[in-house]
């Protein structure tokens, strides 16, 4: 079992930074690819960044990619999402996943996923 608990949400101004931590439990999440989604309401959750296990690959939509960046610190049994020049359509819930075990490559596919957080809001203000 892998529990995730998502913190670093909150309101920011377009333009501004946020930095979201998702921290996991248990003894195998340095062996589990790592990714981010969000869901907008009225939207299907969308995939946002994902990571390899030993964080080497990443990998983002063009909607995020050159203002989002994935990163995971194995020791701290944790994996982050720094957000840069935040925009309105940014607005959603973000939800950290844990991939299957040993899982080459990046995930990018919501189903492929094992384990969630319970999210962490992110309001964007124009």
């Known amino acids: 079992q892998v529990q995730l608990v998502e913190s670093g949400g909150g309101l920011v101004q377009a333009g501004g930074s946020l930095r979201l931590s998702c921290a996991a439990s248990?003894?195998?999440?340095?062996?589990?690819?790592m990714g981010w989604f969000r869901q907008a309401p009225g939207k299907e959750r969308e995939f946002v960044a994902g990571?390899?296990?030993?964080?080497?690959?990443?990998n983002y939509p063009d909607s995020v990619k050159g203002r989002f960046t994935i990163s995971r610190d194995n020791a701290k049994n944790t994996v982050y999402l720094q957000m840069n020049s935040l925009k309105p359509e940014d607005t959603a819930v973000y939800y950290c996943?844990?991939?299957?075990?040993?899982?080459?490559?990046?995930?990018?596919?919501?189903?492929?996923?094992?384990?969630w957080g319970q999210g962490t809001q992110v309001t964007v203000s124009s």
């Open positions: 990571i390899s296990i030993p964080g080497g690959s990443t």
């Open positions: 248990g003894r195998t999440f340095s062996n589990r690819p």
């Open positions: 996943a844990a991939g299957p075990r040993f899982r080459p490559g990046v995930v990018s596919t919501a189903q492929d996923y094992d384990y």
